[in-house]
């Protein structure tokens, strides 16, 4: 919500500031030349901090072999592109919803499955703690069955 705010401030910033010049512009073919810089301008300013609010979200891609049987097509393409997603942000959301419970991990892993409907699922779910942190297994398996209705495994190293 931030970010839409700077996004509207900058914009009206600079149409004010587009409106003073073209105020003071002279007329004729210079009056032309200026209108196109200031439509450059405007056009820069609106875009470099929309750029900056959605800079956040990263699709994560993976390259695949190019060969004749192994080509994706454009709905497997993004049918991976989702999992992938989803998988980042699955892990990412545990690991935040465990610090917050005041457990720090050592990462998560998340591994997920579509079944033949077309489904998403979870198949595996993997927590790393520090051996020191082990009797806090019993904690981590209980947050995570009620935030994600998953069962973990726990991992000590």
Same mark, same amino acid.
């Given at each position: 919500?931030?970010?839409?705010?700077?996004?509207?401030?900058?914009?009206?910033?600079?149409?004010?500031?587009?409106? %003073?010049?073209?105020?003071?512009?002279?007329?004729?073919?210079?009056?032309?030349?200026?209108?196109?810089?200031? !439509?450059?301008?405007?056009?820069?300013?609106?875009?470099?901090?929309?750029?900056?609010?959605?800079?956040?979200?990263?699709?994560?891609?993976?390259?695949?072999? %190019?060969? *004749?049987?192994?080509?994706?097509?454009?709905?497997?393409?993004?049918?991976?592109?989702? %999992?992938?997603?989803?998988?980042?942000?699955?892990?990412?959301?545990?690991?935040?919803? %465990?610090?917050?419970?005041?457990?720090?991990?050592?990462?998560?892993?998340?591994?997920?499955?579509?079944?033949?409907? !077309?489904?998403?699922?979870?198949?595996?779910?993997?927590?790393?703690?520090? #051996?020191? *942190?082990?009797?806090?297994?019993?904690?981590?398996?209980?947050?995570?069955?009620?935030?994600?209705?998953?069962?973990?495994?726990? #991992?000590?190293?």
């Amino acid at each position: 919500m931030k970010d839409i705010g700077t996004v509207a401030a900058v914009i009206c910033v600079c149409s004010v500031a587009v409106s %003073l010049i073209s105020t003071i512009s002279p007329q004729g073919n210079m009056r032309k030349v200026v209108n196109l810089v200031i !439509g450059a301008f405007m056009l820069c300013c609106m875009i470099f901090p929309i750029k900056t609010a959605v800079s956040g979200f990263k699709l994560n891609i993976d390259a695949a072999p %190019l060969s *004749d049987n192994l080509q994706d097509t454009a709905a497997e393409a993004y049918n991976n592109a989702v %999992l992938t997603e989803t998988k980042n942000s699955l892990e990412s959301s545990m690991n935040a919803y %465990l610090a917050q419970n005041g457990i720090k991990t050592g990462g998560v892993a998340v591994d997920l499955e579509v079944n033949e409907k !077309g489904g998403i699922y979870i198949s595996y779910t993997g927590i790393y703690i520090s #051996i020191k *942190d082990s009797e806090k297994s019993d904690e981590i398996v209980k947050l995570v069955r009620e935030k994600f209705e998953v069962t973990p495994e726990i #991992i000590t190293r």
